[in-house]
């Protein structure tokens, strides 16, 4: 479990969050608070709106009603860019490198243009992951689970207050899985705030304070993740209402 | 040692072509000397083209319209009695202008949307060109009196220079933040948009710059002509060329547009002596093989030779 001391303060607020296309309401009234500090669990069955919710906060979809704010400001409407900016980062379900730069430039062209020192922190960082000597590799000969990973990296380059994850080790191999949960840890030892979607239970109890439930557009169930387990919403949601009692 | 080394290349190659073409018109007769400068003109055009469609993924279809407005302009401040270079700055000022607008809106459009949108613009400005008589004179065009025209040389030494900046121009971009940025939107707008890069700022500006270049030529070109009418300088072809070179030599490079350029229109030259009828065809099948079988044009031979001297011929960067 995460350090949660001094994680009183919420530093993303969603509130009453509303999204529909045409006629199908992807979130209904969604409400979620991520603390300052803490590792968030974002977790529900297939199409319940998790990366609908991840595209809203992000800026990607502009099409969204209700109220975000991150660290005091609202930020619901705002471009993407501007959001990376004051400090929310964001990873997508499924590799987004750029293909033809090298890991190198992909990393680069995430950190401010005013860092002067962008070019060597980006080789640190390789070297903490032991990428360093695919630096001049381009991001389409990386392995799927190697591009993974150059994506979280890609998001530290702005050293954000909070990042969200989109199934980060989904199709990535059990060695760099760690390394990526590791990076995970140590950073939020540092403070940075971190809302994670993730399929596999064992991580989020290892790694999240509190889990959100989402089903159907619509927040099931909130807390730690043994009072979230043992809630019956969240059973039939995932599992159905004959099978409940059998897997409880 | 071996980017050093391509950078000695690089820097020797530029160094010898300028040299060849700062000396031609002392020992190059005048059919050669305006071979050149069309090919410098091409230069220019294929570079304009590459910086906005090679470099950010947005195919115009349509970038003859600054052309045309740039030779326009310049050919009418030349008859208020403007200097011809003055013309031509200022030629070159309003297409510039003019992209700014233009970006914003079309820019919003993607892919195939975009490639029409500015197929578009070079249509709606022929037609402008064409119905506003009083100022353009229609489809009778515009003649210029030889007192008023800058001589073969100052024409020649006018395309060379706005071939030498193009080049440079897109050359530093590609050094720069500003380039990295332009390649992460070719590579996925999106993903460029969520790591902080402000995709509407940096396509327009690319825009604006990729305008300002056939601005110039345009206006150059019809000093060159010393007649101009809508169907000449709004001409679709012209944009199909600029496209076709680009593709010959590489797209998002630095060199491909010289070289696409160079071989298109020597290839051009010889084949229309030689085979007056069927020389477009001729052109169009060998870019189909090259296509085809060189999707990153002439210049991806190099750079594969380049990478098989390495010994982790791992990298894809553009030279």
């Known amino acids: ?248 | 040692m071996l980017n050093n080394n391509r950078r000695r290349v690089s820097l020797g190659l530029g160094f010898g072509l300028m040299l060849i073409a700062m000396t031609a018109p002392l020992y190059m007769n005048a059919y050669y000397q305006s071979f050149l400068l069309q090919l410098f003109m091409m230069v220019a055009l294929a570079q304009a083209w590459n910086l906005i469609s090679g470099m950010t993924g947005y195919v115009s279809f349509g970038h003859t319209a600054f052309f045309g407005v740039g030779a326009y302009a310049g050919a009418l401040l030349l008859l208020a009695g403007f200097p011809w270079w003055l013309a031509v700055f200022k030629g070159a000022g309003i297409a510039l202008l003019l992209a700014v607008p233009l970006g914003f809106l079309t820019l919003r459009l993607r892919g195939p949307y975009f490639a029409i949108a500015m197929l578009g613009l070079n249509e709606v400005g022929r037609i402008i060109a064409t119905l506003w008589v009083d100022l353009t004179r229609g489809g009778d065009g515009i003649s210029l009196a030889p007192k008023l025209l800058p001589s073969l040389h100052s024409n020649y030494f006018s395309m060379l220079f706005l071939a030498l900046s193009a080049t440079l121009l897109v050359a530093f971009i590609h050094r720069r933040r500003f380039g990295l940025e332009l390649r992460a939107i070719r590579e996925d707008e999106e993903a460029a948009e969520m790591v902080g890069v402000n995709t509407t700022v940096n396509k327009v500006m690319a825009f604006m710059l990729s305008a300002l270049i056939p601005g110039a030529a345009g206006a150059v070109y019809a000093m060159y002509t010393s007649y101009i009418d809508p169907s000449s300088v709004f001409a679709p072809a012209l944009n199909i060329q600029m496209i076709v070179m680009v593709l010959f030599g590489g797209t998002g490079t630095v060199w491909g547009p010289i070289l696409g350029a160079g071989i298109v229109m020597f290839l051009r030259e010889m084949l229309w002596a030689q085979f007056p009828a069927a020389h477009l065809a001729a052109l169009g099948v060998l870019l189909l093989i090259v296509v085809l079988y060189l999707p990153g044009g002439i210049i991806s031979l190099f750079r594969a030779r380049q990478q098989r001297a390495r010994p982790d011929a791992r990298t894809g960067a553009a030279p």
């Open chain 1, 1 to 248: 479990m995460s350090e949660t001391a001094g994680a009183s303060q919420p530093i993303l607020c969603v509130t009453n969050l509303m999204r529909d296309f045409g006629g199908v309401q992807a979130l209904r009234g969604v409400n979620l608070n991520v603390m300052r500090g803490s590792i968030t669990g974002l977790i529900g069955p297939n199409g319940s709106g998790k990366t609908t919710l991840f595209q809203v906060i992000s800026g990607v979809d502009a099409g969204a009603t209700g109220s975000i704010t991150f660290d005091g400001e609202p930020i619901l409407g705002k471009r993407p860019s501007k959001i990376y900016h004051r400090g929310l980062a964001r990873t997508f379900q499924l590799s987004r490198v750029f293909p033809e730069l090298t890991v190198l430039e992909n990393l680069i062209v995430a950190g401010s243009r005013r860092d002067h020192r962008a070019h060597e922190r980006a080789l640190g960082l390789l070297e903490r992951v032991h990428l360093n000597d695919y630096a001049d590799v381009v991001g389409k000969n990386l392995s799927y689970g190697q591009q993974k990973l150059v994506e979280f990296l890609r998001v530290l380059m702005s050293e954000p207050a909070l990042i969200l994850l989109d199934e980060p080790a989904a199709g990535v191999n059990p060695t760099l899985r760690e390394t990526l949960w590791d990076m995970v840890r140590h950073l939020n030892g540092l403070g940075t705030t971190f809302l994670i979607i993730e399929h596999n239970m064992e991580v989020i109890a290892d790694l999240c304070s509190e889990v959100y439930v989402l089903s159907e557009g619509e927040i099931l169930a909130h807390g730690d993740f043994a009072t979230v387990r043992n809630d019956e919403r969240v059973l039939e949601a995932y599992f159905g209402k004959s099978r409940k009692s059998s897997v409880a």
